[in-house]
Nanobody, 115 residues
Framework: VQLVESGGGLVRPGDSLRLSCVAS????????MSWVRQAPGKGPEMIAR????????NYEDAVKGRFIISRDNAKNMVFLEMNWLKVEDTAMYYC?????????RGQGTQVTVSS
């Protein structure tokens, strides 16, 4: 299993970012995917999930209405569009195989929101 995230960076409050994850080593089209984030000194937090067919998504309350998870099964990719970013969104963001917070994940991409 290999998951490679990208797209993080340093942004200001109110800005947007789009994270990407390329997956390989498993049957992506049949696997639900998630995004998990972890802020310094805190535990991992599941923030978004998408089913294998991309027809069903759900979000943690803190990001609902601001973040959108999507996937492209033809390219083995999952995305997280993040809008109206807040300082409290600062964290390392991980693409996760499956729906468990501690599932297989990549190396992460850092998102820092600061004025």
């Amino acid at each position: 299993v290999q998951l490679v995230e990208s797209g993080g960076g340093l942004v200001r409050p109110g800005d947007s970012l789009r994270l990407s994850c390329v997956a390989s080593g498993f049957t992506f089209v049949a696997t639900p995917m998630s995004w998990v984030r972890q802020a310094p000194g805190k535990g991992p937090e599941m923030i978004a999930r998408i089913n294998a067919g991309a027809g069903c998504t759900n979000y943690e309350d803190a990001v609902k209405g601001r973040f959108i998870i999507s996937r492209d099964n033809a390219k083995n990719m999952v995305f997280l569009e993040m809008n109206w970013l807040k300082v409290e969104d600062t964290a390392m963001y991980y693409c996760v195989r499956g729906l468990q917070t501690l599932g297989d994940r990549g190396q992460g991409t850092q998102v820092t929101v600061s004025s």
